[in-house]
């Protein structure tokens, strides 16, 4: 990069072990639309849930739509260090676990690093969880995460847009989880926009 010329935007975005992986191909395809660098990490549970429910995305059809691909072990990779530039994290879907370990500030692999690191650098990071009911020892963890700065967001969709299809029922969640990056994902269809 040549001095003045400004890198793209660059997220992390963590894949967890809960289910909720169908959410993933249009979020990472609505960034690489609009250019923004992503850095995939899967973890081991993941790639579990993603063998175990098996009609959902795989492993390579992810990585296809990411720029940077990083081991969940390697925490030597680029994204351990607060020194690397990121525009913040994005965990999508964020297990109890995963969300237990960001909450209390352990850092044992890749995804809970940089989630840690992007903590502590004060960039933007959100937890999108999707698992119900919430036990009191989640509930602690999700304040936990909130008061540490965290965003923490459920994968629901809303229906006043009128979903006919279930691919539109995911497109909200990717729609709103990316409106906390400041980023706008075409065909999404907001509240009252118009003016009404």
Known sequence: MTPGEQRPLRLVVGVSGGSGMPYLPGTLSALRDLGVETH???S?????????????????????????VHEDRDLAASVASGSY???????LPCSAGTLAKVAQGFT???ITRAAH????????????????????PMLTNLLAAHD???????????????????????HFVTARVLDQFGLDVPGFRRWREDGA
């Open 108 to 110: 044992d692999t890749l």
């Open 148 to 170: 540490a700065g965290a965003t923490v967001m459920t994968a629901s969709p809303g229906f006043y847009h009128a979903p006919e299809n279930v691919a539109d029922l995911l």
């Open 44 to 68: 081991s549970g993941a790639k579990r849930v993603m063998a175990a429910e098996g009609t959902g995305p795989q492993p390579a059809d992810l990585t296809a739509l990411a720029s940077v």
């Open 117 to 136: 690191v992007t903590l502590k650098e004060r960039r933007r990071l959100v937890l999108v969880v999707r698992e119900d009911p919430f036990p009191r």
């Open 40 to 42: 995939l990490i899967l």
């Open 85 to 91: 530039r990121t525009d913040g994290m994005l965990l």
